[in-house]
T-cell receptor
Framework: GAGVSQSPSNKVTEKGKDVELRCDPISGHTALYWYRQSLGQGLEFLIYFQGNSAPDKSGLPSDRFSAERTGGSVSTLTIQRTQQEDSAVYLC??????????FGSGTRLTVV | ELKVEQNPLFLSMQEGKNYTIYCNYSTTSDRLYWYRQDPGKSLESLFVLLSNGAVKQEGRLMASLDTKARLSTLHITAAVHDLSATYFCAVANTGNQFYFGTGTSLTVIP
């Protein structure tokens, strides 16, 4: 596709439920990132995939968070047993080189 | 961990005026990026600075990078209302992990 696609755009879930957020990167982009942006805050790094290398998971805030990237393309971020503090916008970005990182429009997650 | 600080956090300026946003970072890097974010929207890439002394300009915005001082600036010339947005700088480490500043919320007043 022409850009990074994220789905759903909005998700409201009950506390304790699991959610899956999807990211379709730009075709051919080898690097994929997940970030979290809380209301009025900056971006918090979560996880980074580069090609077939082991992902950099150093930003995941707890073991309730996990992510995978299948076939070097689509990525899914899973949050188990959601908590209210997980409410945020989750942004995905992909890149082919250091010259350009393209962000998706994000998934706004609200845990009630 | 690489730390990135932006200032000011909030900036209200009149149309036609000039101002500079500063981005300082804590460890060596020669890759710095500026992004714009409109309310409720994602991040739009503005500038990619990849070497010491790099200067990029687009319209009323000009970005520069001083890797020795670990400082980048985003200069706004003759501000217009359309520039109202939040501006983020981001620094990449050798592992290609991005570290973002806290953002500068810019409001241009007619």
């Amino acid at each position: 596709g022409a850009g990074v696609s994220q789905s759903p755009s909005n998700k409201v879930t009950e506390k304790g439920k699991d959610v899956e957020l999807r990211c379709d990167p730009i075709s051919g982009h080898t690097a994929l990132y997940w970030y979290r942006q809380s209301l009025g805050q900056g971006l918090e790094f979560l996880i980074y995939f580069q090609g077939n290398s082991a992902p950099d998971k150093s930003g995941l805030p707890s073991d309730r968070f996990s992510a995978e990237r299948t076939g070097g393309s689509v990525s899914t971020l899973t949050i188990q047993r959601t908590q209210q503090e997980d409410s945020a916008v989750y942004l995905c970005a992909s890149s082919l080189s250091i010259y350009g990182y393209t962000f998706g429009s994000g998934t706004r997650l609200t845990v009630v | 961990e690489l730390k990135v600080e932006q200032n000011p956090l909030f900036l209200s300026m009149q149309e036609g005026k000039n101002y500079t946003i500063y981005c300082n970072y804590s460890t060596t890097s020669d890759r710095l990026y500026w992004y714009r974010q409109d309310p409720g929207k994602s991040l739009e890439s503005l500038f990619v600075l990849l070497s010491n002394g790099a200067v990029k300009q687009e319209g009323r915005l000009m970005a520069s990078l001083d890797t020795k001082a670990r400082l980048s600036t985003l200069h706004i010339t003759a501000a217009v209302h359309d520039l109202s947005a939040t501006y983020f700088c981001a620094v990449a480490n050798t592992g290609n992990q991005f570290y973002f500043g806290t953002g500068t919320s810019l409001t241009v007043i007619p």
